[in-house]
């Protein structure tokens, strides 16, 4: 959404300023004055994203669909979350007239437009209406610390802030996670102690630390205890028929360096635990 953000941005400034094209926008920390040779410049930078405090969030919905098979994952959608997303703009020019001359055809621009009409933004953007807008001389925070952050001198700038939505895409939740609730159902219904050693004690998901993805057949034991288990494709694995206690996990996998963590159990809800193995490749550069 950022960069679909900015790309919105440089095509107006682009297209009713001065400037001939959006190569002429600089989207990095704002720096010392250009070499006179490079011509008027915009530059565009984000400097603070925060949660808006004007939109409201309905959270998210889950959607559970049963086939004659049984229960099936269920698909979960989140509403988009809106953020205040606040930037600087500032001009660069050989001269200090042609700077000034530049920031002013961005304000008189940015002034027509007061919000960003559905109709200029990408495609990433659509679907939400018009996105708030404000343009100001000043920015939300005060303005010498900003500028003294940036370690750049204060200097003539605009202060944009656009309400954007950030919306997660539609997942489906593996199928155990599904047995963990229909089987903490299961206990709410029951209402008795005689189902607890029956419940999904400890449920866990195994990522490539660099890359983030899960790891497969990673073989997973409970130290002290003869149980074992191991992760799918999805990297998912859990134990049942455990105690409220600590346990300590140790993870195997080829190709990656083996791995120790701890996972406390102190209520008769599950415990999720995400756990991170670093590629033994890794560990062979930084050795070398």
Not at 154 to 171: H, I, M
Request: hydrophobic content about 40%; some cysteine.
């Amino acid at each position: 959404m950022l960069v679909s953000l900015l790309h919105t941005l440089a095509s107006i400034l682009a297209g009713g300023t001065s400037l001939i094209s959006t190569e002429q926008i600089d989207f990095s920390r704002p720096g010392s004055r250009r070499d006179e040779s490079t011509g008027p410049t915009l530059n565009l930078y984000f400097y603070d994203i925060r949660e808006s405090k004007q939109v409201q969030h309905s959270g998210r919905q889950v959607e559970r669909k049963f086939a004659q098979s049984g229960l099936q994952p269920a698909t979960v959608t989140w509403s988009p979350s809106w953020f205040d997303v606040s930037l600087i703009l500032t001009a660069w020019d050989s001269t200090t007239l042609g700077e000034h001359r530049l920031l002013t055809e961005a304000l008189t621009l940015l002034l027509r437009h007061r919000s960003l009409r559905e109709e200029f933004l990408t495609p990433e953007l659509c679907g939400y209406g018009n996105l708030s807008m404000t343009v100001s001389v000043e920015p939300p925070v005060e303005v010498g610390s900003l500028w003294s952050a940036l370690t750049v001198p204060l200097r003539p700038a605009l202060y944009l802030t656009v309400t954007v939505p950030f919306e997660p895409q539609k997942t489906s939740i593996p199928l155990v996670w599904e047995r963990i609730m229909s089987v903490y159902d299961q206990l709410q219904k029951n209402g008795n102690g005689k189902v607890s050693t029956k419940r999904v004690a400890i449920a866990g998901i195994v990522k490539n630390a660099i890359t983030q993805q899960p790891v497969a057949d990673t073989e997973i034991n409970i130290r002290g205890a003869e149980k074992s288990a191991t992760s799918d494709k999805e990297g998912l694995f859990f134990f049942e028929d455990l105690r409220l206690g600590n346990y300590v996990l140790t993870l195997k996998c080829i190709d990656y360096e083996p791995q120790v963590c701890n996972v406390l159990i102190d209520s008769q809800n599950y415990t999720v635990k995400e756990i991170l193995l670093t590629p033994a490749s890794v560990i062979q550069n930084r050795q070398n």
